[in-house]
């Protein structure tokens, strides 16, 4: 690749001591001059021992802003010879000791150069097993958990996943299998480097070669009697990736390097020894070495560095366009947009600008109307309020018609659902039970009176008393057990998925089994009392703890990297809990919230999935979570206030209709993204155009199933479309995929067909109805179906269908049935 000025650019190499902050050169290029801006005051980095490698990385200034990555597209040379290799990926790795120039230059001419001292390759260095031998279990994948990491290993060898227990990894290495598994006499003869080649059979197939580094480090421990670290183990206290962020084109390549900082101030290039990952291989893939690779979608998409139980991530912007913008982007995101706009549309804009990608145009009334009405209520409009709608002429009709719907007792019942289901307000038995019912009830009047989200988490995490005195506590009667509530309240109210951190330290974030145990002491006074048919819970009197589950000794409660806090004995801690929880200064609180709303909203998460707000499963747009969680903290927590910024927003109001420049666009909402209508309000919309409604066991007539009081009912339609069980607190018991049986269910079933047939139906009485004109009762099917009047087209298509059959059942069954199975009717746009 030439640059398109080749007057103007940068040519740089970044190695160990830049990404360490350890005062490594800047170098920058002028035309044919090279200048070394040497700031930090230090020309020159170390690379020690012979185990040493170092990754560098070339980048290249363009002269429309871009940098991009060379590594790949220069030539490296070293001067003296004989001191360092270096392949064509630029992994240096140290051959004699002494000091040696680095160059990298480019065909048309473009050099760069650095300055390395090499050190200790005479002396015979000591291979460290939880620094060395460990890492390389991990990074070809030994100890992970669908190899020997699993909790019984494999083929009666194990290892700990992912080595975060160094010390028994050595004892079955060491002294297991009769000491098979490695051998001092004859290195190359041990079971354990044999089956990494592949050498003798190995069901992992060859993990490495005789020539690679892993092989030599292994090969070296075992000839030096397999020791074990003594002293002060050196730990990894942090990990860096360069560069962290970068603007790329599609299809082009990014180079990673990846510094470990450790716990005595030492620092070390681990980018041939992490782990990486694609949060988005669709978007980018990353290879073994650390280089990434974009693909042709635009948006963000984030690759994670894993090494010792650390990570860290880098961030790539994909623009439509690779040219920079050519105007500055204002404040609020868009340079014409004025400072009135809502956070919303201020950081979506300025998202869809950075990448170079236009918004769709707003969508029609009809539209509208039927959108947001099936997000606030789980319910299509009536005739009579598309009817009304369509004919308002008043320019915030909108914004009224979301202040209907939030008053409305459907929107209660709606979202009383909602959270029922992820609540786990599941029954126990065959029957509809009274506990079912009070939590559901509560909950619809939460919703009903807006009660401030902090204040409904608050009473479902301190509840006490009995249900029929505090509806509240029958979440503590679902979760009865101790982890599940931990892991339930982390993944609702926090986003986070801690559920690995029960055993082990969780793979992908910092939390380990201490925070875990920690956690879980907020509910060790919890005690519950049953007297006959009436359960109380109550507090103990006892001072809260747990066990950490290695060590055996007492924790304190404490929330997610959060102190201990001290409690009176006499005191619930869940109080305590609940205040840390629900805190504004709480990082994962609001965030959860809104990402959870957006999704429900605009039919794709900030972050994906929704309750999985890791540090290496970034937000799509940052600075808007950040806006969005942010006004909802000074709102009060204000659910209803958080929903009429999304439903007012121009992100929401945009048509679902894909333009040619952001038809690829998935990630970053510069349109609306059409979603399948949930089960039950499928079932309901159904109901409503046959005009044959559905009965649930033990509940009043006309009921809809969106409210239900819990998930228990008889029903294979919304079986089998996909409603949860009530399980798990994850909102991925929900399935919104397609599948044959639905095809099938929709297209030729007993129900369908009953429901088409029904001597009650819409079928049955649009042939009885010989007053009106047909064509007013087609257009009267279609606004029930659709909330829109039929076009030009399908009007005459179904006049010429019905014909003189308009007094007949059949063909009016056959237009019903045609209208429900249409993609427009079984997905909200």
Same mark, same amino acid.
């Given at each position: 690749?030439?640059?398109?000025?080749?007057?103007?650019?940068?040519?740089?190499?970044?190695?160990?001591?830049?990404?360490?902050?350890?005062?490594?050169?800047?170098?920058?290029?002028?035309?044919?001059?090279?200048?070394?801006?040497?700031?930090?005051?230090?020309?020159?980095?170390?690379?020690?021992?012979?185990?040493?490698?170092?990754?560098?990385?070339?980048?290249?200034?363009?002269?429309?802003?871009?940098?991009?990555?060379?590594?790949?597209?220069?030539?490296?040379?070293?001067?003296?010879?004989?001191?360092?290799?270096?392949?064509?990926?630029?992994?240096?790795?140290?051959?004699?000791?002494?000091?040696?120039?680095?160059?990298?230059?480019?065909?048309?001419?473009?050099?760069?150069?650095?300055?390395?001292?090499?050190?200790?390759?005479?002396?015979?260095?000591?291979?460290?097993?939880?620094?060395?031998?460990?890492?390389?279990?991990?990074?070809?994948?030994?100890?992970?958990?669908?190899?020997?990491?699993?909790?019984?290993?494999?083929?009666?060898?194990?290892?700990?996943?992912?080595?975060?227990?160094?010390?028994?990894?050595?004892?079955?290495?060491?002294?297991?299998?009769?000491?098979?598994?490695?051998?001092?006499?004859?290195?190359?003869?041990?079971?354990?480097?044999?089956?990494?080649?592949?050498?003798? !059979?190995?069901?992992?197939?060859?993990?490495?070669?005789?020539?690679?580094?892993?092989?030599?480090?292994?090969?070296?421990?075992?000839?030096?009697?397999?020791?074990?670290?003594?002293?002060?183990?050196?730990?990894?206290?942090?990990?860096?990736?360069?560069?962290?962020?970068?603007?790329?084109?599609?299809?082009?390549?990014?180079?990673?390097?990846?510094?470990?900082?450790?716990?005595?101030?030492?620092?070390?290039?681990?980018?041939?020894?992490?782990?990486?990952?694609?949060?988005?291989?669709?978007?980018?893939?990353?290879?073994?070495?650390?280089?990434?690779?974009?693909?042709?979608?635009?948006?963000?998409?984030?690759?994670?560095?894993?090494?010792?139980?650390?990570?860290?991530?880098?961030?790539?912007?994909?623009?439509?366009?690779?040219?920079?913008?050519?105007?500055?982007?204002?404040?609020?995101?868009?340079?014409?947009?004025?400072?009135?706009?809502?956070?919303?549309?201020?950081?979506?804009?300025?998202?869809?600008?950075?990448?170079?990608?236009?918004?769709?145009?707003?969508?029609?009334?009809?539209?509208?109307?039927?959108?947001?009405?099936?997000?606030?209520?789980?319910?299509?409009?009536?005739?009579?309020?598309?009817?009304?709608?369509?004919?308002?002429?008043?320019?915030?009709?909108?914004?009224?018609?979301?202040?209907?719907?939030?008053?409305?007792?459907?929107?209660?019942?709606?979202?009383?659902?909602?959270?029922?289901?992820?609540?786990?307000?599941?029954?126990?038995?065959?029957?509809?039970?009274?506990?079912?019912?009070?939590?559901?009830?509560?909950?619809?009047?939460?919703?009903?009176?807006?009660? !401030?989200?902090?204040?409904?988490?608050?009473?479902?995490?301190?509840?006490?008393?009995?249900?029929?005195?505090?509806?509240?506590?029958?979440?503590?009667?679902?979760?009865?057990?101790?982890?599940?509530?931990?892991?339930?309240?982390?993944?609702?109210?926090?986003?986070?998925?801690?559920?690995?951190?029960?055993?082990?330290?969780?793979?992908?974030?910092?939390?380990?089994?201490?925070?875990?145990?920690?956690?879980?002491?907020?509910?060790?006074?919890?005690?519950?009392?049953?007297?006959?048919?009436?359960?109380?819970?109550?507090?103990?009197?006892?001072?809260?703890?747990?066990?950490?589950?290695?060590?055996?000794?007492?924790?304190?409660?404490?929330?997610?990297?959060?102190?201990?806090?001290?409690?009176?004995?006499?005191?619930?801690?869940?109080?305590?809990?609940?205040?840390?929880?629900?805190?504004?200064?709480?990082?994962?609180?609001?965030?959860?919230?809104?990402?959870?709303?957006?999704?429900?909203?605009?039919?794709?998460?900030?972050?994906? !999935?929704?309750?999985?707000?890791?540090?290496?499963?970034?937000?799509?747009?940052?600075?808007?979570?950040?806006?969005?969680?942010?006004?909802?903290?000074?709102?009060?927590?204000?659910?209803?206030?958080?929903?009429?910024?999304?439903?007012?927003?121009?992100?929401?109001?945009?048509?679902?209709?894909?333009?040619?420049?952001?038809?690829?666009?998935?990630?970053?909402?510069?349109?609306?993204?059409?979603?399948?209508?949930?089960?039950?309000?499928?079932?309901?919309?159904?109901?409503?155009?046959?005009?044959?409604?559905?009965?649930?066991?033990?509940?009043?007539?006309?009921?809809?199933?969106?409210?239900?009081?819990?998930?228990?009912?008889?029903?294979?339609?919304?079986?089998?479309?996909?409603?949860?069980?009530?399980?798990?607190?994850?909102?991925?018991?929900?399935?919104?995929?397609?599948?044959?049986?639905?095809?099938?269910?929709?297209?030729?079933?007993?129900?369908?067909?009953?429901?088409?047939?029904?001597?009650?139906?819409?079928?049955?009485?649009?042939?009885?109805?010989?007053?009106?004109?047909?064509?007013?009762?087609?257009?009267?099917?279609?606004?029930?179906?659709?909330?829109?009047?039929?076009?030009?087209?399908?009007?005459?298509?179904?006049?010429?269908?019905?014909?003189?059959?308009?007094?007949?059942?059949?063909?009016?069954?056959?237009?019903?049935?045609?209208?429900?199975?249409?993609?427009?009717?079984?997905?909200?746009?």
């Amino acid at each position: 690749m030439t640059p398109t000025n080749p007057q103007s650019f940068q040519l740089a190499i970044r190695a160990l001591a830049l990404l360490a902050m350890l005062c490594l050169p800047a170098l920058h290029c002028v035309a044919d001059t090279l200048q070394i801006d040497n700031t930090e005051g230090a020309a020159a980095t170390e690379l020690v021992g012979t185990d040493a490698r170092l990754q560098l990385i070339v980048s290249r200034s363009e002269s429309n802003g871009l940098t991009t990555d060379w590594t790949r597209q220069v030539t490296f040379t070293a001067s003296p010879d004989g001191l360092v290799s270096i392949d064509p990926s630029g992994l240096v790795t140290p051959l004699a000791d002494g000091t040696v120039n680095l160059s990298a230059t480019s065909d048309d001419g473009a050099n760069a150069t650095v300055t390395l001292v090499v050190s200790g390759t005479g002396q015979a260095q000591p291979v460290s097993f939880c620094g060395q031998v460990v890492p390389i279990f991990t990074k070809l994948g030994c100890n992970g958990g669908g190899c020997h990491g699993k909790i019984a290993g494999q083929n009666g060898f194990r290892l700990s996943l992912l080595g975060f227990e160094p010390g028994e990894d050595h004892k079955r290495l060491v002294a297991e299998s009769r000491g098979r598994r490695v051998s001092l006499a004859s290195p190359d003869r041990s079971l354990l480097l044999m089956k990494t080649i592949n050498a003798m !059979p190995h069901g992992g197939g060859a993990r490495t070669d005789r020539d690679s580094h892993e092989y030599r480090v292994l090969r070296r421990w075992i000839s030096q009697g397999m020791p074990y670290d003594q002293g002060e183990i050196r730990t990894v206290s942090s990990i860096r990736c360069y560069p962290q962020v970068r603007r790329m084109a599609g299809g082009s390549e990014q180079q990673l390097s990846v510094i470990a900082t450790y716990s005595d101030g030492s620092v070390e290039d681990v980018t041939r020894a992490a782990v990486y990952e694609s949060n988005d291989t669709q978007m980018a893939e990353v290879s073994a070495t650390g280089l990434v690779q974009t693909g042709q979608l635009v948006g963000d998409v984030a690759v994670m560095a894993r090494y010792q139980g650390h990570v860290t991530v880098f961030r790539a912007e994909i623009p439509l366009r690779i040219e920079m913008p050519s105007e500055s982007i204002a404040a609020d995101g868009d340079p014409a947009a004025p400072e009135s706009v809502n956070v919303v549309d201020r950081f979506v804009r300025k998202k869809l600008h950075s990448l170079g990608i236009p918004a769709s145009p707003p969508c029609d009334d009809a539209t509208y109307l039927r959108r947001v009405t099936l997000d606030l209520t789980g319910r299509l409009p009536t005739l009579d309020e598309t009817n009304t709608f369509l004919a308002d002429d008043a320019a915030d009709k909108r914004a009224q018609t979301v202040e209907r719907l939030l008053a409305s007792d459907d929107y209660a019942s709606f979202f009383a659902r909602k959270w029922g289901v992820i609540l786990r307000n599941r029954r126990t038995g065959g029957s509809l039970q009274v506990s079912n019912m009070l939590f559901h009830h509560w909950l619809k009047e939460s919703f009903r009176d807006n009660k !401030p989200y902090d204040q409904l988490v608050d009473e479902l995490l301190t509840a006490s008393g009995s249900l029929f005195s505090n509806p509240a506590t029958a979440w503590l009667s679902q979760v009865t057990d101790q982890n599940e509530r931990v892991e339930d309240i982390s993944q609702l109210f926090l986003g986070q998925r801690i559920q690995c951190a029960r055993c082990h330290h969780h793979p992908y974030e910092k939390w380990s089994q201490e925070d875990y145990a920690r956690m879980s002491a907020f509910f060790s006074t919890i005690s519950k009392k049953t007297q006959g048919t009436d359960v109380t819970f109550v507090t103990r009197i006892a001072a809260p703890s747990a066990k950490h589950p290695k060590t055996g000794q007492n924790v304190s409660p404490a929330g997610l990297d959060a102190e201990a806090i001290q409690t009176d004995a006499a005191t619930d801690p869940r109080g305590d809990l609940s205040d840390w929880v629900t805190s504004p200064e709480n990082p994962f609180f609001a965030k959860a919230l809104v990402n959870r709303y957006w999704k429900h909203f605009l039919g794709r998460g900030l972050v994906e !999935p929704e309750d999985d707000m890791r540090v290496t499963n970034p937000p799509s747009n940052p600075e808007l979570m950040d806006a969005l969680a942010a006004s909802f903290v000074e709102s009060n927590y204000d659910l209803k206030a958080l929903i009429r910024l999304i439903c007012h927003s121009d992100v929401y109001n945009a048509s679902s209709d894909a333009l040619a420049d952001n038809v690829i666009d998935r990630r970053s909402h510069s349109r609306y993204y059409p979603k399948r209508l949930q089960a039950e309000t499928l079932l309901d919309s159904i109901d409503v155009v046959t005009g044959a409604s559905t009965a649930f066991a033990g509940m009043p007539a006309g009921t809809r199933a969106v409210e239900l009081p819990d998930t228990g009912f008889n029903s294979y339609f919304l079986s089998v479309f996909g409603q949860p069980d009530s399980k798990t607190a994850c909102e991925c018991e929900r399935s919104s995929e397609a599948n044959l049986a639905q095809s099938l269910h929709l297209l030729n079933s007993e129900e369908m067909q009953k429901k088409l047939t029904h001597d009650q139906g819409r079928a049955a009485a649009f042939a009885a109805d010989t007053s009106r004109p047909i064509e007013a009762k087609i257009r009267e099917l279609y606004k029930l179906a659709l909330s829109r009047e039929p076009n030009d087209g399908e009007l005459k298509s179904t006049l010429s269908y019905l014909g003189e059959r308009e007094n007949q059942k059949e063909p009016w069954e056959d237009l019903i049935w045609a209208l429900v199975n249409s993609k427009e009717f079984l997905f909200n746009h």
